[in-house]
């Protein structure tokens, strides 16, 4: 078919069509953006309305004087707060030793070594007993590592039995401290 309207009337419908896009556009924004400020309106009264009559309750109580505590309070709670840090301190204080212990055994613990487990028992009759289990790559580390605990002191008596000698290498053993 062929095209009978000149090119100037073509630019000139087009640019009439965005216009009246446009402002169909802006229209339908302005009504809907009417719509919501009526839609909010009540919700924003209520709330507006809610916030004076706290802020008003706020005032009113920030002017209250406030009663004395009596000394028999006073002296209550004084008691129940000794009471407390005392119960804290117990608290704070109970695991420093097997924190200690643990520190001692990690800080010793070499490259050939691997600790799978660490038991602390605090038996009346005996004393502070560390059991530790684990893996040695080898015999002299596992000598190395049962001579550090010896040399450092800590404590009183390191037992390793014999029986975790007869691998040469990747040997399963269990070592047994018990703390000064």
Known sequence: MINLIPIEEKKEIRNDFL????????????????????ATLPAFVFSYSKKSSIDNKME???????????KEAQTAIK???????SIEKTMNDKYV??????TEIVSRKTSGIKINRIFY?????RGRIVEINGIAASREQLLLFRRSFEDSGVFKSVDLPISNFIKGYNIEFSLNLIAV
Do not use: C, W
């Open 19 to 38: 216009g009246r896009l446009v402002t169909v556009f802006f229209t339908m924004l302005g009504i809907v953006l009417l719509i919501a400020t009526v």
């Open 60 to 70: 009113l109580q920030k002017n209250e004087i406030m009663p004395a505590v009596d």
């Open 79 to 85: 008691d129940l707060n000794n009471r407390l840090g």
């Open 97 to 102: 030793f097997s924190q200690n212990i643990i």
């Open 121 to 125: 028992e605090n038996d009346k009759s």
